[in-house]
Every structure is written in C-alpha cells, then in structure tokens.
C-alpha cells in the first residue's frame, strides 16, 4: 500500500502543472464606462517625459528595440512616477478619442516599465504577479478616476473593445522579446495612425512575426492567442498580415504552421 506523498512534494507538482499551461489570452469584453469622449475639448495629454525615457534607454539592436533597466537612475525612475502620476490624475473620458488612444497606450507601456523597473532585476515578466499567476496582467496596477485597473483592463476591456483596431497588439508592449517592439516615440493623437502603421510593418517583416523554414510557417504566438481579431480563419489572418510584409505573401500557405513566443525580458 503507496503512502499518501507529502503535501509539499504535491504542491510542487502542482505548480509545475500550473507553469507548464499555455497562456490563455482574454476575450474584448467593453468595460462601458470608459467609452466616453469629449470631442469639443481640444487639450493634449503631455507625453514628453515618457518621450525623454525613450530617449535616454530605448535602443534598436536588429529586429528589437532594447530597454535598458539596469542602467535606469532613481530620477528618471522619478520621471516615471511622475509621468504616470500626471496621466492618472486626469479623467481622459474628458478629452477627445483621438488623444485617448494615445492616453491608454502609452499608460500602458509606461506601467509595464514600472513593473519591471520595481522587480528588476528579472528574467521575464512572466516572473511577476502572484505564486499562482503567469505575470501582472491582473493586478491592479493603477487607479483612475476612483477606479482601479489592471493591464488587462486597459488592453481588454478598454483598448480592444472601443477602438476594435488589430494593429493594438502591435502597440501595447509586454517587455519581452517576442512581443511588438516598444515605440522609439511615444504616442499622440497626431502620430497615432504613423506609429501604428510602422509597427504593424516592423512586426510582420521580422522574424518573431513571422518566418519560413521550409515548409513550415512559424508565427508569432500573437496570432494564435487573439486570432479573431485579425481574421476569421487562418487564411483571412494571413492576408492580414500580408498588407505589411514586404516580401514573401503568406496567404494560401499549404504547409505546417506553428506559433512561439520568446518570453525573455527585451533589455539589451
């Protein structure tokens, strides 16, 4: 007769089963409360101190851009409070869509920084949250408006859901290295469209985007996790991604198809 194993062997076994799950990726479920705008209201949010962080730590290295939080000081991790601290105390319901956008992507990109920046040094992301999370995408992690938000919040329920824009998942940024590269500029309502456009066009003509080996077709994981939001079918996703690649079409592909993601922290 087997003896019942010991509670702490049954929780390791636990968490190794917990580690080994494929990352389930959230459905655009509108959060109705934030998709409101005031298109009278003429004001910009001023996005020059995250601008001067991009400045001073981003660099292109390949198909990547590289931020480099080892060498972050303790006042640009001031500036970055700061910046945030600006961007959370204003109700961007109050300003017009267009500067929204911009609002809640650059927010977005700027608290992945911080989280990474207060837990560094780390491996991955994926490293943070909870002992029983796969990374911070569900803690809170700020508060606006007497609401408090998560990453997935911003991107899910708010990002998704109003702007209904596949080209979203190549702005928002998860530091790591198989993700869509973090912008070298940061966004405003006049440069939106631009960055969005050069971000979907970086992503898809680089190898973490998609790449041929034969006869094998490796994606980014991105298209397997929000896939509808790129096409109804695999086909209809690979003309998607075919208006921004420049050389080789992918739709009609007949071989193997698989999709990876490289979860490694993107630092130099």
């Known amino acids: 007769m087997h003896k019942a194993l ?6 390791f076994a636990a968490l190794l089963l917990f580690s080994s799950q494929t990352f389930a990726a959230p459905k655009s479920e509108l959060w109705p409360i934030w998709d409101r705008s005031n298109e009278e209201n003429s004001a910009s949010f001023d996005h020059s101190k995250w601008q001067r962080l991009l400045d001073t730590y981003l660099t292109e290295q390949g198909q990547h851009t590289l931020f480099d939080y080892g060498t972050v000081t303790k006042q640009d991790s001031a500036l970055l409070n700061q910046y945030l601290s600006d961007l959370t105390s204003l109700d961007p319901r109050n300003y017009r869509q267009a500067e929204q956008f911009a609002y809640w992507v650059n927010l977005y990109n700027a608290l992945t920084v911080k989280l990474i920046l207060d837990e560094y040094p780390v491996k991955s992301i994926t490293k943070l949250g909870g002992l029983f999370s796969f990374g911070p995408w569900d803690d809170k992690v700020t508060n606006i408006a007497g ?3 998560t ?3 911003i991107e899910h329920r708010i990002l998704r859901p109003i702007w209904n824009d596949s ?3 190549y ?5 790591s290295l198989g993700c869509p590269n973090l912008a070298t500029d940061a966004f405003t309502a006049a440069n939106t469209e631009a960055l969005l456009e050069n971000a979907a066009s970086q992503f898809t003509n680089s190898e973490k985007g998609a790449r041929i080996e034969g006869s094998t077709l490796t994606l ?3 298209y397997d996790w929000y896939g509808s939001d790129f096409g109804d079918n695999e086909q209809e996703i690979l003309r998607e991604i075919d208006k921004y690649r420049d050389g080789r079409k992918l739709e009609g592909w ?4 698989k999709y990876e993601y490289d979860w490694s922290l993107n630092q130099p």
């Open 167 to 169: 080209r979203i998942h």
């Open 147 to 149: 609401q408090a938000l």
């Open 254 to 257: 007949s071989g193997k198809i």
């Open 171 to 175: 702005a928002v940024n998860c530091a």
């Open 220 to 222: 980014s994981s991105i």
């Open 151 to 153: 990453l997935n919040d």
């Open 6 to 11: 010991p509670r702490y062997v049954t929780l």
